[in-house]
């Protein structure tokens, strides 16, 4: 009884004539806006974190930007501008026409993982477990950071070669980990490579070191570690008992017979290193967000976690077309790297004649150039001139280095282009000539 009595006043409380209803929007519209007051315990609080504070814009996204607002010729960002392989893009296809369009397995789809695994002992004489060591994300730019963030502690340093790609510097910091650099230093010969001194390095190595992040073939320099660098690196990780984090993603683009080495194939590395590759730049779809780490278990187990959480998978019908790349025959990847050969000898004869100093690259698609001949203030001046009054884009130095002045007579170029868009960007650079 008593229940059915407090429901009846309920409902004459919850159903007002439509009279009072229209009087009360009216004294609503009347009455001031509420005066909100801070908390006294509370004042003063700044809503972004310490971390992000210190970040910058990507300078290389950033470029492109800037190539499409000016109408340049675009070779900052590592993108190619041709089509991707025909059988990858069939693959894809059938995946989303067959329904896998549903979340993958949070770690990767099997038939990835077990493609990888296989090219893995194909490509590295490495033996690895699909099911315990391979991590699928989105992107090998995911694969750094979940694997960052799966190792670190704060206090924990991560050395870095610099110049160095730029998402590392970063990635460390998001991770809590301080990045400590090392110089790589440009040939100072024709044809010469690009060296680091190995004291330096050793002094960078100390207690608190937990990882070495090392990209070779390398962006931007194109530098490929030999096997004595990688063995000496090698040395100091087992020494220090630090982990190698290393960025394998133009594993397939050598010149001139250059040799990659996965620093995980070394005697005493298969413990602690983790191999991270992709997608992109293999098979040139840099859009579609497929990247792995592959680590032993326990490290694997913690980079999944993290992976987890971040993103919960790769796209699923993307990983089964991933399984179709990694399925090519060698000649795709032979054609792949004569490909960029004919690339980077179309750019670079026109880069030597507009006046900058080349860097020749023995990997990747990058040639980092010197600019000192044109008597600009710095690099971002120049690369600004060059994309607003010559009309082409490439990336400031700078932004690959932790001290602004270390690149400030550097700009890199991407030749990642077709013949047609390599023609234009002569043409225009021809222009440096005519000042
Ligand atoms: C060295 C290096 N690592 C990673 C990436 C990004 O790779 P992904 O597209 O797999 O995230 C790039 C792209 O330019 C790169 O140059």
Redesign the pocket.
Known sequence: MANRTSGKRKKIEKAPSRVSRKSSRQERRKSPPPVLIAHPAAPGKHFLSDKVSHFTESVIREMTRQAMLYGAVNLAQ?FPDFSAPAEIKQAAQQAVAADVNQYAITWGAENLRNAIARQMGVWQGITVDPEKEITVCC????AMISTLLAVCNAGDEVVIFEPF?E?YGPDSVLSGAKPKFVKLRPPTKDGGEWTFDEKELRRAFDKHTKAIIL?TPN?PTGKVFTRTELELIRDLCVEFDVLAIT?E??EHILYEGTEHISMVSLDGMRERTVTIN?M?KTYSV?GW?V?WAVAPEKITNAIRKVHDFLTVGAPAPLQEAGAAALSLPAEYYAKLAEGYRVRRDHLMPALTAAGFKCFRPRGAYYVMTDISAFGFKDDVSFAKYLVQEIGVACVPGSSFYRDPRDGARQVRFAFCKKPETLDEAARRLAKLQER
């Open positions: 590592g992107g090998s730019t995911e790609y998402n990209n962006n960025d993603i133009y992709g992109s840099t967000r990247g």
